[in-house]
């Protein structure tokens, strides 16, 4: 059976925001961004919804949201901790945080049963974005061809800083190339600073960026053990911050043409809080969608 299911990240502890912005009160509910993303993507058949998060944070994840979901989708958990690794792994005893974003995917691997979907806990994508990779999982054809749900970066900015996006390079219907980067605005340009160390470089305002909105293939899942595999052994010497990104894979298995990922626009509106000062915005924002009435004015 092709149990549709939606991973959440929501492991990071968000440094820049000042504390756990994934179970930050968004409405008078006390419901955060991550029960909006759920209620999206119920309404367009998702069956099961898979939290990644810390260990630490079990019972307050399960006490707030998981309380309010379990009657209404199957809710699970996978904890990303840093001590899952293989083991010829000696761990840096100065390494606190995990592996990064494939470490945290391949943390849910044995309760994923068939297409999924992948977002970050912090950020709001909107009901059409739900709907149109829902549409493509719904569709599988081929089983290395999967789908990222960009945005133009001047739907995704924040006016407190730079933000790190992934930049995507397309030819047609297809993105060829991500570069993980921090991007923000230098003297009236959008300048992107990637993540490796490479030139920084300008792109047009509204360049699409991905915000980590993905629909994968369950069969994706193996090539990202394998990765994470390689990551491991070839980074032995500096593991005490390297990160392994799901961006990263992406752009090593594009350019090795062992898959392909389809571009597919979306009308959602999309918050974030990467800063502190971005949540009264979210909040303002939610107040507006409820008064419009795309959402309930009590949620669940």
């Given at each position: 059976?092709?149990?549709?299911?939606?991973?959440?990240?929501?492991?990071?502890?968000?440094?820049?925001?000042?504390?756990?912005?994934?179970?930050?009160?968004?409405?008078?509910?006390?419901?955060?961004?991550?029960?909006?993303?759920?209620?999206?993507?119920?309404?367009?058949?998702?069956?099961?919804?898979?939290?990644?998060?810390?260990?630490?944070?079990?019972?307050?994840?399960?006490?707030?949201?998981?309380?309010?979901?379990?009657?209404?989708?199957?809710?699970?958990?996978?904890?990303?901790?840093?001590?899952?690794?293989?083991?010829?792994?000696?761990?840096?005893?100065?390494?606190?945080?995990?592996?990064?974003?494939?470490?945290?995917?391949?943390?849910?691997?044995?309760?994923?049963?068939?297409?999924?979907?992948?977002?970050?806990?912090?950020?709001?994508?909107?009901?059409?974005?739900?709907?149109?990779?829902?549409?493509?999982?719904?569709?599988?054809?081929?089983?290395?061809?999967?789908?990222?749900?960009?945005?133009?970066?001047?739907?995704?900015?924040?006016?407190?800083?730079?933000?790190?996006?992934?930049?995507?390079?397309?030819?047609?219907?297809?993105?060829?190339?991500?570069?993980?980067?921090?991007?923000?605005?230098?003297?009236?340009?959008?300048?992107?600073?990637?993540?490796?160390?490479?030139?920084?470089?300008?792109?047009?305002?509204?360049?699409?960026?991905?915000?980590?909105?993905?629909?994968?293939?369950?069969?994706?899942?193996?090539?990202?053990?394998?990765?994470?595999?390689?990551?491991?052994?070839?980074?032995?010497?500096?593991?005490?911050?390297?990160?392994?990104?799901?961006?990263?894979?992406?752009?090593?298995?594009?350019?090795?043409?062992?898959?392909s990922l389809k571009y597919r626009t979306s009308d959602g509106l999309?918050?974030?809080?990467?800063?502190?000062?971005?949540?009264?915005?979210?909040?303002?924002?939610?107040?507006?969608?409820?008064?419009?009435?795309?959402?309930?004015?009590?949620?669940?």
């Amino acid at each position: 059976m092709n149990e549709l299911t939606l991973v959440v990240m929501a492991a990071g502890m968000g440094s820049r925001f000042g504390g756990l912005k994934q179970i930050t009160p968004v409405d008078e509910d006390g419901n955060f961004l991550i029960d909006y993303s759920v209620y999206d993507a119920m309404k367009v058949g998702f069956q099961k919804v898979v939290f990644i998060i810390k260990k630490e944070n079990e019972s307050i994840f399960k006490s707030t949201i998981g309380k309010r979901l379990e009657s209404k989708i199957k809710v699970e958990y996978a904890f990303q901790e840093l001590e899952n690794v293989p083991a010829f792994v000696n761990i840096p005893e100065n390494r606190i945080k995990p592996w990064g974003t494939v470490h945290a995917i391949l943390a849910a691997k044995d309760l994923i049963n068939g297409s999924f979907a992948v977002i970050n806990a912090d950020d709001f994508y909107g009901f059409d974005s739900y709907k149109t990779v829902a549409n493509f999982l719904k569709a599988y054809q081929n089983p290395q061809e999967h789908v990222s749900i960009p945005y133009p970066f001047n739907k995704v900015d924040s006016k407190y800083g730079f933000v790190k996006r992934g930049v995507l390079y397309l030819n047609g219907e297809n993105v060829d190339k991500i570069v993980e980067s921090s991007i923000g605005y230098e003297n009236g340009l959008v300048i992107a600073k990637p993540l490796d160390g490479k030139e920084p470089f300008q792109i047009e305002p509204n360049h699409p960026v991905s915000m980590n909105m993905f629909g994968f293939q369950q069969e994706i899942l193996n090539s990202l053990e394998e990765y994470f595999y390689d990551f491991l052994k070839e980074n032995a010497d500096n593991l005490e911050t390297s990160e392994c990104l799901i961006s990263e894979f992406l752009e090593k298995y594009l350019e090795e043409k062992k898959i392909s990922l389809k571009y597919r626009t979306s009308d959602g509106l999309w918050l974030g809080m990467t800063y502190k000062e971005d949540l009264e915005e979210v909040k303002d924002k939610i107040k507006h969608l409820k008064e419009k009435g795309e959402y309930p004015t009590h949620l669940w």
